[in-house]
């Protein structure tokens, strides 16, 4: 069995990352149901690869669904209005035989037609007592108004490169892997882009080869040059730390190591530029997130081929008071 299905979360203590999404969910389904307080519609939002169907499962999980009682959909296989008004009819009209919860999850729900979608609305309207939806979607903007309006939305945001090194540390711990080399972790955590599913493929790839970090990398299909990312991933952690002897032991690092050349300092100010606009996306503190929207105001800004000489005042004028 791949990392990615072992690894899957099965409860909610099982993710990393998206702690608001995840302490809102806690605090809904510890409601009783008895009283009908949990909402009977839920709609999931992200990119790919963050979680929403895993997470779809575990609501299903928590409000006492069976395997039985669970329907999954994938309106990519079928969009038709029919379709979705079979689905809707025999979910509506005959609670489940067996246990109290029905619970159908649509997977792509931007898939589906604006008729199929219509005719949802008056399910979620007039939800009967033992029937959730769950919508999963990474284009919300193509669920029409009306029933986006009826759900309960929760956005699963994209992992933090630290949250993906933390998950893929947990992972390696499991399997018992104890001389995994960390740039490797940092680099997959910043080539999966906050996915935490593309980072479980890719330590999968990799996770049996034996051989340094640079054969890893290889192995990986990075296209950033030996020795270079790591070091770039933890510059871009020390600019927007603010932290000045951090980003000078970064630098000093960076230049001193035997791959280094000139051209790399292009390479290096993509990855910063990559990394704070993850964090400008992200990040909910509107001082941190002027700071990475600084950061890559300065990259931006820095010549064509820029060399160490222009990296490193970029990264003394980005951290200097005056």
């Given at each position: 069995m791949t990392l990615y299905h072992s690894y899957r979360p099965i409860t909610l203590d099982q993710f990393y990352g998206n702690e608001g999404t995840l302490h809102a969910l806690r605090v809904i389904l510890s409601r009783p149901k008895e009283k009908d307080e949990i909402p009977h519609a839920f709609l999931l939002t992200g990119k790919r690869g963050t979680g929403k169907t895993s997470l779809a499962r575990v609501i299903a999980d928590m409000l006492h669904c069976t395997p039985a009682n669970l329907e999954e959909l994938d309106p990519g296989m079928d969009r038709s209005l029919e379709h979705i008004r079979s689905v809707v009819q025999r979910n509506t009209e005959y609670p489940p035989m067996f246990g109290k919860v029905q619970v159908v999850i649509i997977?792509?729900?931007?898939?589906?037609?604006?008729?199929?979608?219509?005719?949802?609305?008056?399910?979620?309207?007039?939800?009967?007592?033992?029937?959730?939806?769950?919508?999963?979607?990474t284009n919300p903007s193509k669920i029409i108004p009306a029933l986006k309006s009826r759900c309960t939305?929760?956005?699963?945001?994209?992992?933090?490169?630290?949250?993906?090194?933390?998950?893929?540390?947990?992972?390696?711990k499991s399997e018992k892997v104890t001389d995994f080399p960390h740039e490797v972790i940092k680099a997959i955590a910043l080539k999966s882009e906050g996915s935490p599913r593309d980072a479980l493929v890719m330590l999968d790839k990799v996770i049996d080869i034996p051989g340094d970090a640079s054969v890893l990398l290889k192995a990986l299909g990075d296209v950033v040059p030996e020795g270079d990312l790591p070091a770039a991933i933890d510059l871009a952690r020390a600019l927007f730390s603010n932290d000045w002897n951090a980003t000078k032991t970064c630098l000093t690092e960076m230049y001193a190591a035997p791959a280094w050349k000139e051209e790399m300092a292009t390479q290096a100010v993509?990855?910063?530029?990559?990394?704070?606009?993850?964090?400008?996306?992200?990040?909910?503190?509107?001082?941190?997130?002027?700071?990475?929207?600084?950061?890559?105001?300065?990259?931006?800004?820095?010549?064509?081929g820029p060399n160490k000489a222009y990296l490193t005042q970029a990264c003394f004028a980005i951290l200097d008071p005056k």
């Open positions: 997977d792509e729900a931007h898939q589906l037609r604006d008729d199929a979608q219509n005719a949802l609305l008056k399910s979620l309207e007039e939800t009967p007592p033992h029937l959730y939806w769950i919508l999963a979607t939305i929760f956005d699963m945001e994209q992992l933090h490169p630290q949250e993906t090194e933390s998950l893929l540390e947990a992972v390696l993509f990855t910063v530029i990559g990394y704070m606009t993850k964090v400008l996306l992200t990040e909910k503190s509107m001082d941190k997130a002027r700071h990475a929207s600084r950061v890559i105001r300065f990259f931006r800004d820095l010549p064509y």
